[in-house]
């Protein structure tokens, strides 16, 4: 895999895990335009590399991410920011197809909590502290967070954290479906390793068509997910992991998947 040099974030490789830790630590790994281009470059090159299966996403022990970088966008302009178009590395991010399990501990707010939002496993740390406090800075969450935490904690539950913006701990996000794991904030990061390594074991084109088939269902009618489900399910008869799957049952062995 090529090398690129990130300031903002830090990437590193650990059997087929691609990690990727969020990294500007004095200002809560706040989310500026720079950390944002260099995250979903990052993405994108894990999600190119065929060594990579699945990839963890994380932050500091203090703040996983602290929400968008107030700073940089309090002077901005409905125009000024709408040709800025800042939203399109999100739009990237949402098109990465390995799965992505974050790792959270300390804030995650505002975009921070959207960011992870993006993920498909959430893993936290008893200390996470989640919310979407937009609302405290008169505007509203603007990436994802009215559309995704509706659709994971239902209107009633959405409403009241959005509209008052006040943060909810990992325990709160775990009862609402939020958070599928929560662990001490010792462990969190290897709890995410150690789900990440388990589904690495997997075959891999069996794990990106079941992540798309799993996302599909929020864009679309029960039966032509069913349909979209068993065009893709057809679809995996043509991979040698299936055959090897299959043939490692009947064989009672542990099947090795190459993901081919
Ligand atoms: N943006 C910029 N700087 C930040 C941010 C932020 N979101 N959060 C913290 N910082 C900075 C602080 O300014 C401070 O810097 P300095 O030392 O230079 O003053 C440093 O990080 C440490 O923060 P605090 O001193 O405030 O630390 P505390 O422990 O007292 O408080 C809190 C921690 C409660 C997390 C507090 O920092 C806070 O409330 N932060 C803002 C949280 C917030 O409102 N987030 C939502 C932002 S809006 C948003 O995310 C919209 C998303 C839409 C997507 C946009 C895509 C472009």
């Known amino acids: 895999m090529m090398t690129l040099t990130y300031q903002n974030i830090t990437t590193a490789v650990e ?71 800042r939203f399109s590395t999100w739009d990237r991010i949402k098109n990465i197809k390995k799965p992505i399990i974050a790792a959270v501990s300390g804030y995650a707010l505002g975009g921070g909590c959207e960011l992870v939002m993006n993920c498909d496993i959430i893993v936290a740390s008893e200390t996470a502290q989640f919310g979407q406090p937009e609302i405290n800075l008169g505007v509203i969450p603007g990436a994802g967070g009215t559309q995704r935490l509706t659709r994971i904690v239902g209107k009633y539950k959405a409403m009241e954290l959005i509209l008052t913006g006040r943060p909810f701990t990992a325990c709160e996000a775990h009862q609402m479906g939020l958070v599928n794991k929560v662990a001490p904030v010792e462990l969190f990061l290897d709890e995410a390793k150690a789900m990440a390594k388990e589904i690495a074991k997997k075959s891999p084109i069996a794990v990106k068509l079941a992540k798309e088939s799993i996302l599909k269902t929020f864009e679309t009618t029960l039966n032509e997910g069913l349909q979209f489900e068993r065009k893709n399910f057809y679809m995996l008869f043509s991979s040698e992991d299936q055959k090897e799957g299959m043939k490692a049952f009947m064989e009672k062995r542990q099947a090795s998947f190459k993901g081919r």
Not at 25 to 42: G, Q, R, S, T
């Open 15 to 85: 059997d087929q895990i691609g990690v990727v830790t969020l990294n500007r630590p004095k200002v809560l790994n706040a989310l500026n335009h720079e950390l944002m281009d260099e995250l979903v470059k990052a993405l994108e090159a894990f999600d190119r590399d065929d060594e990579i299966r699945v990839i963890v996403l994380t932050g500091g022990e203090r703040a996983f991410a602290a929400g968008a970088d107030i700073k940089e966008m309090s002077d901005e302009t409905t125009v000024s920011i709408m040709y800025k178009d």
